[in-house]
Structures are given as structure tokens and as C-alpha cells.
């Protein structure tokens, strides 16, 4: 829980002071920390078409971020996105392995981490940072999606390789990408759609494999 929210942290002051085109790509990248975690120290082996999908379906999500590097890349929201992509990272290899026991026990000692952290924060600024009651139901769904998209996710690392789960787990730009095409009517520039391409051609191979 305090990895994860430290990942928050470093990705919305990243958001605040660097472009969401560099910033969403690179923090993307937290799924490679469980990933080599598996790898290295669980003794996870791929076949050779797995291993391609890996990387096909890694380099997809990396690219439906929507990389934006034209305009140069200022050294502090890559640093905090570094630092979300490690917060990140460490908080979903301590979620598979607090899964092993209880997935569920595992969510909820993560959120009531969180919890007390943020009423912390709210005493010690003596406010809600703006939000109004209006905002509640949204913020109620926001979070519900969160917990049950967490909990699948820990409970499918107990039920095959942790690190194909995180793979499938970190194609989630893939999802808000869409998501903000269908419903911003955001324009996806090429490079998201190649990534989407790469990323189902990634997830095809692992299923084959």
C-alpha cells in the first residue's frame, strides 16, 4: 500500500510538471519490476513464443501510451515517473506474493495503508484538496474499480506464472487509450496504434505458447 501510493505521488507531481505523452509511457514500465522479480528470483521459465509475446505485448502497452519525445525530455517528471514506475513495480511483487495467502486480506491491508495515509494528509492540510460531496459518487466508483481490478489481478497471480500475469496486467494504457478515443474523442496518433497491434499480437502468442 505505501509503494503504491508513493507511485501515485511521483506519477501526478510527474503529470503536474511534464507532459502526459512521456510520463504515461515510462511509468507504464512498472510491470517489468514483478516481471524480472519472477524471473530471477521465483525461477520463471517462458518457451520461445511466450518469451516473444512478452516482449511483443510489453513493447505495445509501452507504445499505446502515446510516447511524445519531439519536444525533449526535461529531467524532472522522468525522474518522478521513474519513481512511479518503482513504486508501482514494488507494490504489484509484494501484492503477488501477499496473494499467495489472500488475495483479498491482501487488497484490504493495501487500502487501509492508504487510508491513513490520506487522512493524514487531509489533517495536515485541513481540507479535501477541492473536492465537493458532488464528487463522491465518481470518486466511490473510481475506487471500487480500483480494489476489484487489483483483487482479480492478485488472485490471477496465484492461479499460473506471476509474471504472465503482470504481463496481461499492464495492458491497461491499451483500455484508456480506447476509453478516452470513445468517450474524449481523443485522436490515437500512430505510434498507440501500433502499440495496440503489437500488444494483441503479444497476448496471441502467449496464449498459443
Not at 87 to 100: D, I, K, P, R, T
Not at 185 to 192: F, G, I
Amino acid at each position: 500500500g505505501f509503494c503504491g501510493y508513493i507511485g501515485l505521488i511521483c506519477l501526478y507531481r510527474a503529470l503536474a510538471t511534464g507532459r502526459m505523452g512521456v510520463v504515461s509511457p515510462i511509468s507504464s514500465m512498472s510491470a517489468l519490476i514483478p516481471l524480472l522479480y519472477a524471473i530471477f528470483f521465483l525461477d520463471e521459465r517462458f518457451s520461445t513464443l511466450v518469451t516473444i509475446g512478452v516482449i511483443f505485448a510489453l513493447m505495445g502497452s509501452f507504445m499505446a501510451s502515446g510516447p511524445e519525445v519531439s519536444q525533449g525530455l526535461p529531467l524532472k517528471p522522468v525522474v518522478l515517473a521513474l519513481g512511479a514506475a518503482l513504486g508501482f513495480g514494488a507494490c504489484l511483487a509484494f501484492m503477488a506474493e501477499g496473494s499467495e495467502s489472500s488475495a483479498l486480506m491482501t487488497m484490504v491491508s493495501m487500502r487501509a495503508a492508504t487510508f491513513l495515509v490520506s487522512v493524514g494528509i487531509l489533517i495536515r492540510l485541513r481540507g479535501t484538496g477541492g473536492m465537493s460531496k458532488a464528487n463522491i459518487p465518481l470518486l466511490v466508483f473510481i475506487g471500487v474499480a480500483d480494489f476489484s481490478a487489483n483483487l482479480i489481478l492478485g488472485v490471477a497471480t496465484t492461479k499460473g506464472l506471476i509474471s504472465i500475469a503482470m504481463v496481461f496486467g499492464a495492458l491497461f494504457p491499451i483500455v484508456t487509450s480506447l476509453l478516452a478515443f470513445k468517450f474524449l474523442n481523443e485522436r490515437l496518433h500512430k505510434v498507440q496504434y501500433l502499440g495496440i497491434f503489437f500488444a494483441v499480437a503479444g497476448v496471441s502468442l502467449i496464449s498459443i505458447g
